[in-house]
């Protein structure tokens, strides 16, 4: 049998540069994990094609995607809703492919639940003044979300304790590299590879 992938979850406060660090991981050609590409009922931001960046759907779309128990996970973000399609990521796993899901922390705590042994990453920023100036500079929120942004980010930096890593994004190429790393290292950790040569030496 196929030894499935694993499922690594990038998480982390609003605005440290999770979106960022994904599309530079997945820009680098070396990259052997599949990304899942998220449901959201946000608008599309400038640039962002659907199907690519985002599923961008309708509220009653998303609601009937719950109804139907169609996401792995899912939660309200400042407004909108953001999921994770279920099918996608249970079929690459079964193929044996890591698949790697960008979230934010409500959505990573309930991956936990479903997939106790995932990879689960926390990325911080170097500071919280450093997060905010992160989040000004976007330039695509009103000063109220940016605010409503920074509250959430103070309570998601508390909840660092649901994960396996911490990774600081002081500079995104460093940030990728650790990230990467430690995905090399889950793969060798002496639980994920036993049974596999358990039976091994029962061939022999
Ligand atoms: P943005 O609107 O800036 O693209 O994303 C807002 C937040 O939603 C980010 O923290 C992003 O990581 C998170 N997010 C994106 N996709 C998902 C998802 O499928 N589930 C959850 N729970 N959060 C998501």
């Known amino acids: 049998m196929k030894e499935k992938g694993l499922l690594i979850v990038l998480s982390g406060p609003s605005g440290v540069g999770k979106g960022t660090v994904r599309k530079e991981i997945f820009a680098q050609p070396d ?5 899942s590409i998220s449901m ?29 128990d169609r996401l792995l996970e899912y939660a309200e973000f400042v407004g909108n809703y953001y999921g994770t399609p279920v099918d996608y990521v249970r079929e690459t796993l079964d193929r044996g492919k890591d698949v790697f899901l960008e ?64 990774v600081e994004n002081d500079q995104i190429d460093l940030a990728c590299e650790r990230i990467k790393s430690i995905v090399v290292a889950e793969h060798c950790r002496r639980e994920r590879v036993e049974p596999k040569y358990k039976k091994m030496l029962e061939v022999e």
């Open 103 to 166: 979230i934010e922390v409500q959505g990573a705590r309930q991956v936990r639940e479903k997939f106790p042994d995932g990879l689960f990453i926390f990325l911080v920023p170097p500071s919280l003044s450093e997060l905010k100036n992160r989040i000004v500079t976007r330039g695509t929120e009103t000063e109220d979300i940016i605010n409503n942004r920074m509250s959430i980010a103070k309570e998601e930096i508390e909840m660092m304790n649901l994960y396996d890593y911490v």
């Open 31 to 35: 990259t052997a994990f599949e990304y």
């Open 40 to 68: 959201t009922t946000r608008s599309p931001r400038e640039g962002e094609v659907n199907g690519v960046d985002y599923f961008f759907k309708t509220r009653e779309e998303f609601e009937e995607l719950i109804r139907q």
